[in-house]
């Protein structure tokens, strides 16, 4: 089982990436919000959250991922998900995230997929 979850930002082309790394639990999802508030009051309307190295995710990891959502839609902004491991995505398409956020297999993908102003799938 993954331990410490890590975190690391960067912003790119109008869009904060950030990349995470170990379980998405509470604590995690704690860090990542805090990390995409303190950027959407700086005006970043596209957040990227690549889970490439996270293969477990709890319940309260996703709903903080939803609290995102939430903050995003009211400052017309979207959330990108990408990187995804199988069993995450598939847990992700259950929950029904992916109404709100939108998928890609890379981050590259993702930010031309900013840039281009794609919505929701």
Request: with cysteine; charged share 25%.
């Amino acid at each position: 089982m993954q331990s410490e979850f890590l975190l690391r930002s960067r912003l790119e082309q109008n869009c904060l990436i950030v990349e995470t790394s170990g379980y998405l639990n509470n604590l995690g999802g704690e860090k990542i919000a805090d990390e995409c508030r303190r950027h959407i009051d700086n005006g970043v309307r596209h957040i990227i959250i690549d889970l490439k190295q996270t293969k477990m995710v709890n319940s309260i990891g996703i709903s903080i991922l939803i609290e995102i959502i939430e903050t995003l839609n009211e400052v017309k902004g979207q959330l990108f998900l990408t990187n995804l491991d199988q069993t995450i995505e598939k847990t992700f398409a259950i929950m029904g995230l992916f109404q709100y956020a939108v998928k890609h297999g890379s981050v590259e993908e993702a930010i031309a997929a900013a840039a281009s102003g794609e919505t929701r799938t």
